[in-house]
């Protein structure tokens, strides 16, 4: 098992630009979470997907947008790119209805890592 | 409402020393906690987490921390450092395997030989 595999490693994009980050889930997984982590920050949730929708959204502007496909993988796009977008950008998948007893837990992919120039 | 708070961002602690990371959480139902560790630039592996089976919960890597509600805190330890400890360490909370993680800040831990 692969675990959660996250495309491309590293990006560099100037302001204004738009980038597309893609996530592939854990084997099993039906939910993926995105997470936006600042330097020196704890992650921040961005928005979740779960049979194709999104379902909970953080306190992220529209510019943020994703999308799940029926194999469960899933994009996450950012429109109009700031400086302050540059981030560590973290996929978790996870089982909507999964327990915590049975490891049902969130697996975190490396992360893509966006500068914006 | 979940948050967690962890006090301070930085930690040193020599080799062989005992660590001690603090948690402390809110949260308006029982909650789920989990500590996680970053390396430099990798992404998030769990520790450990509580989910209310036992209040003092064993994770990889010889860590373990307690689930204390009256004190609202869930503070990682270690008994004796070792180098390869040294890493970012994240408390988080969430509800249920649907919800998302609420992660602290971090605390960065350096292990001096």
């Known amino acids: 098992d692969a675990g959660v595999t996250q495309s491309p490693t590293h990006l560099i994009k100037t302001r204004g630009q738009q980038v597309t980050l893609r996530c592939s889930p854990k084997?099993?997984?039906?939910?993926v979470s995105w997470y936006q982590q600042a330097l020196g920050q704890g992650p921040q949730f961005i928005f979740q997907y779960y049979e194709e929708e999104e379902r909970q959204r953080g306190n992220f502007p529209d510019r943020f947008s994703g999308h799940q496909f029926p194999n469960y993988s899933s994009e996450l796009n950012v429109n109009a790119l700031l400086l302050g977008d540059s981030a560590l950008y973290l996929c978790?998948?996870?089982?909507?209805?999964?327990?915590?007893?049975?490891?049902?837990?969130?697996?975190f992919g490396p992360g893509t890592r966006l500068t914006v120039l | 409402a979940q948050s967690v708070t962890q006090l301070g961002s930085h930690v040193s602690v020599s080799e062989g020393a005992l660590v001690l990371l603090r948690c402390n959480y809110s949260s308006s139902v029982p909650p789920y906690l989990f500590w996680y560790v970053q390396y430099p630039n990798q992404g998030l592996q769990l520790l450990l987490k509580?989910?209310?089976?036992?209040?003092l919960v064993k994770g990889i890597n010889g860590f373990e921390a307690e689930f204390k509600k009256s004190e609202t805190s869930f503070h990682l330890t270690k008994p004796s450092a070792h180098m390869s400890d040294a890493a970012e360490y994240f408390c988080a909370v969430s509800l249920n395997t649907g919800n998302q993680f609420y992660f602290g800040t971090g605390t960065s831990l350096t292990v001096i030989p």
């Open positions: 509580y989910t209310s089976a036992a209040t």
């Open positions: 978790a998948s996870s089982l909507l209805a999964g327990l915590w007893e049975a490891g049902d837990e969130q697996f």
């Open positions: 084997s099993g997984h039906d939910t």
